[in-house]
C-alpha cells in the first residue's frame, strides 16, 4: 500500500475533505504522530489536498501539487526553517505575513 492510499483512508483526509467541501476549512490543524517520516507524508498530503486544483484531490499532478512537490509553492511556508525548534521569531514572522492574500492559490 502507497502513503497516498494510507492518507486517503485516513481520518486526517476525511476531516480535510469534509471542511473543504462545506467551505470551512480551519485556520490551523495540529497533527501528531509517533513516526515522524509518516507525519511528515500526511502533512505535505494535506497541503496537497487544501491547494489542489484537481477533481480528485490531491490529484499530485496539477500545477499547485507539483509546486508543492518542487517546493516551488510561494504560498507555503514550511517552519521551522533553520533550527529544529519553532523559535519565537518564527511566530512573530507567521503573525506578520499571515495578512498577505495568496498568490498562486486559494489558501496560504
Known amino acids: 500500500m502507497e502513503i497516498k492510499d494510507l492518507y486517503v483512508s485516513s481520518q486526517l483526509h476525511n476531516v ?12 490551523c490543524y495540529m497533527i501528531s504522530g509517533a513516526d515522524a517520516y509518516l507525519l511528515d507524508k500526511y502533512t505535505f498530503f494535506l497541503v496537497k489536498e487544501i491547494m489542489c486544483m484537481g ?6 499532478e496539477c500545477l499547485n501539487c507539483q509546486k508543492i512537490e518542487h517546493s516551488n509553492m510561494v504560498d507555503l511556508c514550511i517552519y521551522p526553517r533553520e533550527n529544529k525548534t519553532l523559535m519565537v521569531a518564527d511566530i512573530n514572522e507567521i503573525v506578520s505575513d499571515c495578512y498577505i492574500t ?3 492559490s486559494k489558501y496560504k
Open 55 to 60: 477533481d480528485n484531490k490531491p490529484c499530485l
Open 16 to 27: 480535510i475533505s469534509n471542511d473543504l467541501s462545506e467551505n470551512m476549512l480551519n485556520h
Open 102 to 104: 495568496p498568490i498562486e
